[in-house]
């Protein structure tokens, strides 16, 4: 049998990783271990591909120390073995990028569709790097999952497990056993319920920084969700990936306090502006007994739930921190926060987010020495989250010698926004490879989801190479060449594809997180910042389109993601151009030239206006759209939909009322842009004229007056915008008409 390893189609650079194995009896002397562990991976092909799932035959071999790929074109067939299913998964993984020259993407759609047996044999062996590869922030199920059902979260599964996740942190099922455990220790329900938040506050309630925001859970929400998180935890753990539970860090209504005087609680700080009503939750002292006698019963009622994979999430002091300075003191928090682990669960493993650390200055070496000292190193996980501009582990002696995963963050607030340094990425997380014996593996935690894939798609495939230790520019080198075939589809195009990492993705550490200018409240005070040189955006943008120009006839099949980037790419071109115009303005109102004024703030609003037409055929950034997809769970949950879309456009807005972190929460959506920003600024530019042409001084108190009414009523008018579904005949078109009006405004 003729056996070809195609070396040219390799994504993840492997050419030097790759053991060609000849003659074919070699490989079949290896001794085959049949199980029906296959299944949950052979499942997962059948989802992905199933009009060819037949090709696919899978052998688990729990003594093999690599994965293997065998491709016969006589018999139809591609044998996929590893020792786990985690591996027959990475194996399937690597058929589709390497063999068919498609991925998977967040969207559940293949850039690029299988419907041929390959032609030639191959055969590809390769050794797994079975290290922690994690997902999941907490602040990303409050803004991005709250309201998703199975359809979605099965799309997104299948996406998650290919991309090599194998631990994975699920927090839905938390409301259930909260409500429950405090029940058996005497609360009424409706005390509990009224001290919930609405479905899309949840994660800061668990945080325990926020207390009954936007009314409640219902009780039909409760149930589903358990159903829900007990629905993903089968399919997860049946593709070999583990689960992250909730734990329980203290938190409890001021009328748990009443029934036990005799204990000991903490009243916490008020967090981010916000007032006692909504914040300033009181938590059970974590040195008592106590706390750990009603922790064990939450883990108790935890497990009887969902069963468990024997990991523990649970942050007691996330952007709260102790008042208490005692070493004692934290020694003692720590040994009581395992306690109920342990008391229940063995084998247990605590997760916690070193985003605890990293946030305030209270948590120097000593402190975090004393507060995890006596957890035992094989039962502590840390997360370094934010370490691509932040990372903790190289302050703290990798946290006093405790395992770590160096975790990527990227997004915060549920924004889209284009941001990162790629080279800079992977050099830091190669650098703590090579420099901690204590890392254990990597994490992706976003706050919000389908943003800057081509930055994370980077750090993912990176990750298969930690322990090669291979350069990230020798890695960077094919990748991102073989990243335009395989992620946006564009295998047979003709020309030269713009270099996009250089021109988009090799920002300063200093601005890696810009904020863009449309989504900032105008002020003649605000900063003009140099992410990215004009020249060169536009250069790269106008190469970008005239290669899809020359390739026209071949865009109807491109994938969804790449449309995506492309308006990414595009929003940084018209922040450029807003920024440059903002500067006009603001000469020509020092100036007193109502004209250059008038026409810059023209200009303005029409850039606004072209890019919220842009991005309303895309549905995952288009508020008509999401609405729609509220309104089906509202409807599945017991809820009024026009108040969820009212809450989830405080939260995009104000975040909620009295809260000072205005705007963390921007959406770079359609609706958004033309309604709430655009009118913003128009306000703006209303008493910038006003001001010159009365000649008194810019009224800053009755401006910040029109501005908070505006807030207020953009989250509680009715959207009477239609979600726009383009056909998928007429979409590359309509959006490459659309871009290029925008760039030409």
Not at 704 to 729: G, T, Y
Request: proline share 4%.
């Amino acid at each position: 049998v003729k056996i070809e390893v195609c070396f040219q189609n390799m994504y993840y650079h492997f050419l030097c990783f790759f053991t060609l194995v000849l003659p074919v009896t070699s490989y079949d002397q290896v001794s085959i271990v049949h199980s029906s562990q296959t299944f949950g991976a052979k499942n997962l092909i059948c989802r992905v591909l199933p009009n060819v799932c037949h090709w696919f035959n899978l052998e688990l071999n729990e003594d093999l120390a690599y994965v293997t790929v065998l491709v016969e074109h006589k018999k139809q067939s591609i044998l996929i073995q590893g020792s786990s299913t985690i591996q027959l998964v990475y194996g399937f993984k690597l058929c589709l990028e390497n063999i068919f020259n498609t991925s998977l993407s967040q969207f559940g759609q293949l850039s690029q569709s299988i419907d041929q047996f390959p032609l030639d044999d191959c055969f590809i062996k390769i050794q797994y790097e079975d290290h922690i590869r994690y997902f999941g922030n907490i602040c990303s199920y409050s803004y991005s999952f709250w309201w998703w059902g199975w359809d979605k979260w099965e799309v997104y599964l299948d996406w998650l497990t290919l991309q090599g996740f194998n631990l994975v942190y699920l927090p839905l099922g938390y409301s259930k056993v909260y409500i429950n455990t405090l029940e058996k220790f005497g609360l009424e329900p409706n005390v509990i319920f009224d001290f919930l938040t609405g479905p899309n506050y949840l994660a800061w309630f668990i945080m325990g920084n926020i207390k009954s925001v936007r009314g409640t859970l219902s009780q039909k929400h409760i149930e589903n969700s358990a159903v829900l998180q007990s629905k993903i935890m089968a399919r997860l753990n049946e593709m070999g990936v583990k689960i992250v539970l909730p734990g329980f860090a203290g938190f409890v209504p001021n009328e748990f306090k009443e029934l036990y005087k005799h204990e000991s609680f903490i009243q916490c700080p008020c967090w981010n502006g916000l007032n006692s009503t909504y914040s300033c939750l009181a938590q059970i002292d974590p040195v008592s007994d106590f706390y750990v006698n009603v922790s064990t019963v939450f883990i108790e009622e935890l497990i009887e739930h969902y069963g468990t994979n024997h990991f523990y999430g649970m942050d007691m002091f996330n952007e709260n921190s102790p008042t208490n300075t005692s070493l004692i003191y934290l020694n003692v928090v720590g040994r009581n926060s395992i306690r109920p682990f342990s008391t229940v669960d063995k084998t247990f493993t605590w997760v916690l987010q070193g985003w605890t650390f990293g946030y305030d200055a209270y948590w120097t070496p000593p402190r975090i020495q004393a507060y995890l000292s006596d957890v035992p190193a094989a039962h502590l996980l840390i997360l370094d989250m934010f370490a691509e501009i932040s990372p903790t582990w190289n302050k703290t002696d990798s946290f006093g010698h405790k395992r770590f995963v160096w975790v990527l963050i990227n997004n915060f607030g549920g924004n889209s926004v284009l941001n990162g340094n790629i080279r800079q990425t992977l050099t830091d997380v190669a650098l703590a490879v090579r420099t901690s014996p204590y890392i254990v593996g990597v994490g992706y935690m976003p706050e919000g989801i389908y943003q800057n894939s081509l930055l994370v798609d980077a750090f993912l495939a990176y990750s298969f190479h930690l322990n090669r230790q291979t350069k990230p520019e020798e890695f960077l080198r094919t990748w991102l060449d073989r990243y335009m075939v395989v992620v946006y589809g564009m295998a047979g195009f003709s020309g030269n594809p713009p270099n996009l990492i250089n021109t988009f993705y090799s920002q300063s550490q200093d601005r890696y997180y810009p904020f863009y200018m449309m989504y900032r409240l105008p002020t003649l005070s605000l900063s003009i910042t140099d992410n990215w040189d004009m020249d060169e955006v536009r250069g790269t943008l106008q190469q970008t389109l005239a290669y899809l120009g020359n390739n026209l006839p071949k865009l109807q099949q491109l994938p969804t993601v790449f449309y995506y980037d492309l308006i990414n790419y595009l929003q940084v071109f018209i922040d450029l151009r807003l920024q440059n115009l903002y500067g006009i303005i603001r000469k020509a109102y020092s100036h007193g030239n109502v004209h250059n004024l008038t026409f810059a703030t023209v200009k303005v609003a029409r850039l606004i206006k072209s890019f919220d037409t842009v991005s309303s055929i895309l549905v995952e950034r288009s508020f008509p759209c999401y609405r729609d997809g509220v309104t089906k769970f509202a409807e599945d949950n017991g809820y009024s939909p026009s108040e969820l879309s009212q809450d989830f456009l405080l939260q995009s807005t104000l975040w909620a009322e009295g809260s000072d972190i205005e705007d963390y929460a921007f959406k770079t959506w359609s609706y958004f842009a033309g309604e709430y920003y655009l009118s913003r600024w128009d306000t703006f530019f209303r008493f910038l004229v006003e001001s010159l042409r009365s000649g008194r001084p810019f009224d800053t108190n009755a401006y910040h007056e029109v501005i908070s009414h505006i807030s207020m009523s953009f989250a509680r008018l009715p959207c009477q915008r239609l979600c726009l579904r383009v056909d998928q005949d007429s979409y590359t078109v309509t959006l490459l008409t659309l871009i290029n009006d925008t760039f030409n405004v």
